[in-house]
């Protein structure tokens, strides 16, 4: 049996939390998830920042640039789309 197990797997400091429309969120914690969501659960919305998000995860993986630097404009990507899932505790209190 062929298998490969990478050891080197980038995390991210803080996930990032998705939802599509009324489902459950879901948490991504690194630059593959990351890249794998954009490329198989992605709802039908691919503007600029989509396609910024996919190059960016891909260059993190591949260790051209930082994985924080992937994971912001993922997070921008997910805000075009408006799937960005903000836990209650973090929203801005009304005032």
Same mark, same amino acid.
């Given at each position: 049996m062929n298998m490969m197990i990478r050891a080197n797997v980038l995390r991210w400091a803080s996930p990032v939390r998705v939802r599509i429309g009324y489902g459950l969120p879901e948490t991504i914690r690194n630059p593959q998830d990351a890249l794998a969501y954009l490329q198989h659960r992605w709802p039908a919305i691919y503007g600029d920042r989509y396609r910024r998000a996919a190059e960016a995860c891909g260059q993190a993986i591949d260790g051209r640039i930082a994985a924080d630097i992937a994971r912001q404009?993922?997070? #921008?990507?997910?805000?075009?789309?408006?799937?960005?899932?903000?836990? #209650?505790d973090d929203l801005p209190l009304a005032g």
């Open positions: 404009t993922f997070i #921008e990507a997910c805000i075009e789309a408006r799937m960005l899932d903000i836990p #209650e």
